[in-house]
């Protein structure tokens, strides 16, 4: 929504106020615009192999969406694992063990639509509780184990916006590769009245006004919204990891669950006497 906003408020500032002395029509050359949009999806698919494409592509309509990433969501998170940890505590480990294996028909999994609606989170967290259950690695085995994925999860959320940003950065030069176009047909026609070459230069002017306005006015937001998403999409992963080491490492259900409501960014985290009460309201 806001980067609509912002495209709205951008439009208006440029056209807008160009259009209080200017011609639009100065602006309308159609070649220019097929031109610069043609030379920016060839350079997007000529410099991406198949998966960035999909992942990149996948990925645009993030930016419009409103993040699901919310307080809501993660006081469901730390109220399942509450949930998880307290039946482990009071049943022992392997009380989970169909949980885990089969979270589709799980009683506890189930109460939470919001968290395991994200295949990848639940994926996650099965596998270490599995690992847990297993019991053949230590919390400083499982930490190792869990920061490497956590990385390669971020290396591969970050590919999407890191390409976009590049073709933010390649737009501009290709206003200048069509504008130079427009300069070389100019000078092709010097013997042209004034107010023809005067309209073919304007032209061309458009091809390197167009290249920067796109890049920065259009581009560039959109890539800086798309990682402000991915960014917002690895805390869960962080909450997951500090409250399944801090039951690894001993801590009642209810003392874990604060180690990952202390790593949530502040404007997500509720307070301890929110989560404590949502917690005591889904026991009862």
């Not at 500032?13 to 209080?20: C, E, K, L, N």
């Not at 419009?64 to 919310?70: A, D, E, L, M, W």
């Not at 998170?77 to 089969?102: H, P, Q, T, Y």
């Not at 970050?158 to 030069?173: E, F, G, L």
Request: glycine share 10%.
């Amino acid at each position: 929504m806001f980067l609509i906003i912002g495209y709205v408020i951008i439009l208006a500032a440029s056209i807008g106020t160009y259009a209080v002395h200017g011609s639009l029509l100065a602006l309308w050359v159609p070649l220019e615009y097929i031109a610069i949009f043609g030379l920016m999806i060839g350079g997007f698919v000529a410099g991406n192999g198949p998966k960035a494409l999909k992942a990149t592509l996948g990925s645009l309509s993030m930016a419009v969406k409103g993040s699901k990433y919310n307080r809501a969501l993660y006081v469901d998170l730390l109220a399942m694992l509450f949930e998880i940890l307290a039946k482990v505590r009071k049943e022992g480990l392997m009380s989970i063990e169909n949980d885990i294996e089969n979270p589709d028909s799980s009683p506890i999994f189930s109460k939470y639509p919001s968290v395991t609606s994200d295949h990848h989170v639940v994926e996650f967290l099965c596998d270490y509780l599995r690992m847990m259950v297993g019991g053949n690695l230590n919390a400083f085995e499982i930490e190792n184990l869990m920061d490497m994925e956590i990385e390669t999860h971020h290396q591969e959320a970050h590919v999407a916006p890191h390409i976009v940003s590049k073709v933010a950065d390649s737009v501009p030069a290709f206003g200048i590769v069509v504008a130079v176009m427009g300069v070389v047909n100019v000078m092709g026609s010097v013997g042209e009245p004034p107010a023809v070459l005067g309209k073919m230069i304007g032209g061309a002017l458009v091809g390197t006004f167009l290249g920067i306005l796109v890049s920065y006015g259009f581009v560039a937001p959109l890539a800086s919204q798309i990682e402000q998403k991915v960014e917002e999409g690895g805390k869960i992963y962080q909450v997951m990891k500090v409250v399944l080491l801090a039951s690894m490492n001993g801590y009642a259900p209810q003392v874990a669950v604060e180690f990952g409501r202390k790593v949530l960014y502040a404007s997500d985290r509720p307070t301890f006497t929110e989560l404590e009460e949502e917690i005591k309201n889904r026991k009862g």
